[in-house]
């Protein structure tokens, strides 16, 4: 049974991603934008949210409006390919990627076609090209950037910023919303070294629901003077306590009265 709900699911996510990356390549060239993003953008959120369902993903994420309103950048944890579907069913979210991401067939293509930004991180001359680009980019729709540059184990704590983000989040004078991903059972949704097939079909067969839950936390607007490196130690040390009380399991750490 196992076996068959993977495959099944499996057959169904490939042919939706054909689908729409054909429809997606087919409109990419229009120069129409819709409210600063590419006509093509506005197709993935509703195929996004088909994915949820289909792979049994039960999907949290209050004041999630706020996403939809947002003008500037979005610093989520980064623990699965996950992330970028949720983020991406609430609006057509934009995203730095690494440059591997851009030769993947559909993915890569797909994502070239709506304003992903690509960076190799170990190349001095393609982070300055993405941050050229990224200073560059309309902020609306919001672009999400992940400041631990990546996903590395282990997955149950946050990992150290890069804080080129907030340097240019500070220099353009652009808010951003930390933003804090919890999944439940992590150790199913968590990306490892592996292939993605590997990854999509340890929960694909999984009959169990998959939780999600997104926290954002409370927009920062840099100044003149903030400190980028003081922001992105700030912006750690609130998402590392909200992701490590949230998987605790534990009491609330605000309750009523005095």
């Known amino acids: 049974m196992r076996i068959i709900r993977g495959t099944l699911r499996l057959l169904a996510f490939f042919l939706l991603l ?3 990356t054909l429809l997606v390549l ?13 006509l093509s953008a506005w197709l993935l959120p509703s195929v996004c949210r088909l994915l949820l369902p289909l792979f ?11 996403i939809t309103k947002h003008d500037g950048f979005i610093f989520p944890n980064h623990l699965s390919f996950l992330d970028i579907i949720l983020l991406v069913s609430i609006f057509p979210v934009r995203f730095l990627s690494k440059a ?12 070239r076609a709506v304003d992903t930004v690509f960076v190799n991180r170990e190349n001095k ?8 680009a990224l200073e560059n980019l ?24 890069r804080y080129g983000a907030f340097e240019i989040a500070q220099a353009g004078n652009i808010p951003f919303i930390p933003a804090v991903f919890i999944y439940e059972p992590l150790d199913i949704v968590f990306w490892r070294d592996e292939p993605l097939l590997t990854a999509v ?9 998959i939780k999600a839950r997104l926290f954002l936390l409370r927009t920062v607007q840099p100044g003149p003077e903030d400190d980028p490196r003081q922001l992105a130690l700030e912006t750690h040390g609130a998402m590392a ?3 490590k009380h949230a998987n605790s399991h534990g009491k609330d750490v605000v309750q009523s009265g005095i």
């Open 18 to 20: 054909i689908v729409v």
């Open 26 to 38: 087919a409109t990419a060239w229009i120069p129409l934008r819709v409210r600063g993003a590419r």
């Open 56 to 66: 049994n993903v039960e999907f949290t994420a209050l004041e999630a409006e706020r």
């Open 100 to 111: 591997e991401i851009a030769n993947w067939p559909f993915i890569g293509w797909i994502a």
């Open 125 to 132: 001359e393609s982070r300055e090209l993405a941050r050229q």
């Open 138 to 161: 309309h902020t609306f729709p919001a672009v999400a950037l992940f400041p631990e540059g990546g996903i590395y184990q282990p997955p149950t704590e946050l990992k150290p910023f």
């Open 201 to 209: 079909w340890r929960f694909a067969s999984r009959p169990e629901p």
């Open 241 to 243: 306590a909200v992701y």
